[in-house]
């Protein structure tokens, strides 16, 4: 049902390849409208950027591209995550959420931060968080998606989510990497 729920998004909510009204034009390209980017032209392509407005944050997001030319389906699952953003998100927590419990790289994460992070840092931090908590589930708490980065010509690197605790704390991320397909790929500490 979902694979269904996702083909009919894709195809009511794709607007499709634009080409000029001038076919005849010597430097013809080809465009198209994604949601957050606005028209985008896939033909020859370039890098965009833009800043995605959430209800309490904006997360920046840069698509990029290694091809001179980009084809309408390469790019229909970005249209699909920007479209279901919130659940790709969500999706995206409940993986650090897990990874964490496994004490595999988000622990590492939390415990590095903990580890170097003054002890004043630490308290304007989390004056919000549940102090019924451990330290550790407090700034695992406070991790937020601070950049979106798309790859259309990477299968295993399509999409990346990156986590932090804020940017102005740190340079250190976890990266949440999704294929073409939508599905999770694999999770990294980076600096």
Known sequence: MKKIFCGILIFFGFQGCKSPDNQN??????SLSLPYFGEIVIEPTRDYDTVIKLEDYSISSDLNFYE????????????LILNDLPTFINKSKEIL???FKK???????IEHHLEVMEKSELERLLVNA???ESAEKQLLSFMKVVRIGFYPDEDSH?????????TDETD???TIRYNNTG????LEFVS
């Open 68 to 79: 001179e030319v980009v084809d309408c389906e390469t790019l229909s699952m970005v249209e």
């Open 183 to 186: 599905n999770f790929d694999s």
């Open 130 to 132: 549940d102090k019924n």
């Open 172 to 174: 250190y991320r976890i």
């Open 103 to 109: 004490g595999g790289a988000v622990k590492d994460y």
């Open 158 to 166: 399509y999409a990346i989510f990156d986590f932090s605790i804020g």
């Open 25 to 30: 034009a010597k430097e013809s390209t080809k």
């Open 97 to 99: 959420i897990t990874d």
